[in-house]
């Protein structure tokens, strides 16, 4: 009689690793109570900006704030992911890449949009950087700067302004934060999130008259 076909297991290829970090859950705040992940190897996706679900299979502005394992700079890969295929924390590892198996991702789905992480779940509440990261937020809501660059792309002069106004604004916070409370510039991309013009690339067609495509001088 033949043997019973095994089931499908993970074959620890790198495969999911390569294609990005974990965004993090409730279950992992041991990990970051323990030191395992730091703020530096974090990164946030805000509410309104473009993001790639795998799970669902869309791209699009993110209906929530989400924190994920940052990739590696200039690429999509895990900040944790190491070649040969192996992760930085395997023993401790996220709830996603626990719960992934790329065969048979029924068990990620599950449990993917569940109990996410945001700043607020992480930043003392009521401290100085918690007020700062809120005033940063507040000023340059994504949904509400992805209208003016509409307008501004479309050659509203008004909205063109305070688009600048606000990447000036964002600038100067990611200045202010390092230089006020002592922090490291890498933790930069969770507490503010990426630099507006990465967070909403319409941005830079919206300061720039002429758009993405106008020729340097
Ligand atoms: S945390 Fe580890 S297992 Fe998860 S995506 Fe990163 S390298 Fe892979």
Redesign the pocket.
């Known amino acids: 009689m033949p043997s019973p076909t095994p089931a499908p297991t993970c074959r620890r290829c790198g495969r ?2 390569r294609l990005g ?2 965004a993090l859950h409730a279950a992992d705040l041991p990990l970051i109570h323990q030191g395992r992940l730091t703020p530096a190897q974090l990164v946030t996706l805000r509410r309104g900006e473009g993001v790639t679900d795998n799970v669902a299979g869309t791209v699009g502005p993110s209906p929530a704030e989400l924190v994920k ?1 940052r990739p590696v700079a200039g690429g999509r890969a ?1 900040l ?2 190491r070649d040969p295929p192996a ?4 023993d401790a ?2 709830l996603e ?1 626990r719960a992934l198996f790329c065969d048979d991702p029924a068990a990620l789905a599950a449990l993917y949009a569940a109990d996410r992480l945001t700043r607020a779940d992480l930043i003392e509440p009521g401290s100085a950087l918690a007020e700062l990261c809120a005033h940063h937020e507040a000023e340059t809501d994504l949904a509400r700067l992805a209208g003016l660059c509409r307008l501004a792309a479309a050659g509203d002069q008004a909205a063109r302004e305070q688009v600048a106004a606000l990447a000036r604004f964002d600038a100067a916070m990611r200045e202010l934060l390092p230089a006020r409370l002592g922090l490291d510039p890498d933790t930069l991309p969770f507490y503010l999130g990426r630099p507006l013009a990465e967070a909403l690339p319409a941005l830079r067609a919206a300061v720039i008259p002429g758009g993405l495509y106008k020729r340097r001088p």
């Open positions: 999911c690793c970090g974990p394992v895990c944790l992911y992760c930085a924390i395997h590892g996220p890449c």
